[in-house]
């Protein structure tokens, strides 16, 4: 199930003032070429499926490009304006030069940055969300009740599933790996204004050697170990 965004924001500042306890969340950031989707799908459904008696009662949801799209639209700017702007990172004496040629250049690169942050820091605060990427890992590191996941494989595996998925040879497919995998990691330190280095995850999965169904369980498992969510399945009615 997807997050609702307008019925998240429209609990931020209550979200913000009174919740005295922040989390659970997950953050799942992933190499190109690793089925997160599919991971993540399941392990909604797993988390959802459980009993009563974790640290937050409301059901399990996950967000992705939704941060973009209500950062924008508290901008005033399109989605891919804020994308841009975060992979490219402006100084403010750039922004200045900047803004005479272009209006959308009159919103700092900081403002943008902090935007997005806080959109993250909500949704975190909150609980029992699972947060793809968009540098999520780098924003929520040090949140309390708050679990890192990295998705990885080996490039050839990875490049035998774009080649098939995308249509386009192997050689294309390991282009495209390089090109995305520098990207996403640009962005998310962009974000951060840090460099960000493997040891911030808690976990990383191999996709070749483990199946879904494995990792979504084994994450599970680390969330009941923290007592973040029930220790049993709910029984059904």
Same mark, same amino acid.
């Given at each position: 199930?997807?997050?609702?965004? #307008?019925?998240?924001?429209?609990?931020?500042?209550?979200?913000?003032?009174?919740? +005295?306890?922040?989390?659970?969340?997950?953050?799942?950031?992933?190499?190109?070429?690793?089925?997160?989707?599919? *991971?993540? !799908?399941?392990?909604?459904?797993?988390?959802?499926?459980?009993? /009563?008696?974790?640290?937050? +009662?409301?059901?399990? !949801?996950?967000?992705?490009?939704?941060?973009?799209?209500?950062?924008?639209?508290?901008?005033?700017?399109?989605?891919?304006?804020?994308? &841009?702007?975060?992979?490219?990172?402006? +100084?403010?004496?750039? %922004?200045?030069?900047? +803004?005479?040629? $272009?209006?959308?250049? @009159?919103?700092?690169?900081?403002?943008?940055?902090? !935007?997005?942050?806080?959109?993250?820091?909500?949704?975190?605060? #909150?609980? $029992?969300?699972?947060?793809?990427?968009?540098?999520?890992?780098?924003?929520?590191?040090?949140?309390? $009740? /708050?679990?890192?996941?990295?998705?990885?494989?080996?490039?050839?595996? @990875?490049?035998?599933?774009?080649?098939?998925?995308?249509? *386009?040879?192997?050689?294309?497919?390991?282009?495209?790996? #390089? @090109?995305?995998?520098?990207?996403?990691?640009?962005?998310?330190?962009?974000?951060?204004? @840090? !460099?960000?280095?493997? /040891?911030?995850?808690?976990?990383?999965?191999?996709?070749?050697?483990?199946?879904?169904?494995?990792?979504?369980?084994?994450?599970? %498992?680390?969330?009941?170990?923290?007592?973040?969510?029930?220790?049993?399945?709910?029984?059904? &009615?």
């Amino acid at each position: 199930m997807k997050i609702n965004l #307008k019925t998240y924001l429209d609990e931020r500042e209550r979200v913000l003032a009174h919740q +005295s306890v922040p989390g659970p969340v997950i953050t799942i950031s992933r190499n190109y070429g690793c089925d997160e989707e599919a *991971v993540v !799908k399941l392990l909604i459904q797993k988390l959802n499926n459980l009993g /009563s008696g974790g640290l937050k +009662s409301h059901p399990w !949801k996950y967000i992705d490009k939704e941060i973009l799209d209500e950062s924008a639209a508290e901008l005033g700017i399109s989605a891919t304006d804020v994308d &841009h702007r975060i992979q490219l990172h402006h +100084s403010d004496i750039v %922004n200045d030069l900047l +803004s005479g040629f $272009n209006h959308h250049y @009159r919103i700092r690169d900081k403002t943008i940055l902090d !935007k997005v942050k806080d959109i993250i820091c909500t949704y975190a605060k #909150k609980g $029992n969300v699972v947060i793809i990427g968009r540098g999520g890992v780098g924003v929520t590191k040090n949140l309390p $009740n /708050s679990l890192h996941i990295k998705l990885t494989a080996p490039v050839q595996f @990875r490049a035998e599933v774009i080649a098939k998925v995308k249509g *386009v040879s192997i050689s294309e497919a390991e282009e495209a790996i #390089k @090109r995305v995998d520098t990207d996403r990691k640009a962005w998310a330190e962009h974000l951060v204004d @840090r !460099k960000l280095n493997e /040891s911030i995850y808690d976990v990383t999965y191999n996709m070749e050697t483990t199946s879904i169904d494995e990792i979504t369980d084994m994450i599970v %498992n680390i969330l009941q170990k923290r007592a973040l969510v029930p220790a049993e399945m709910a029984l059904a &009615h």
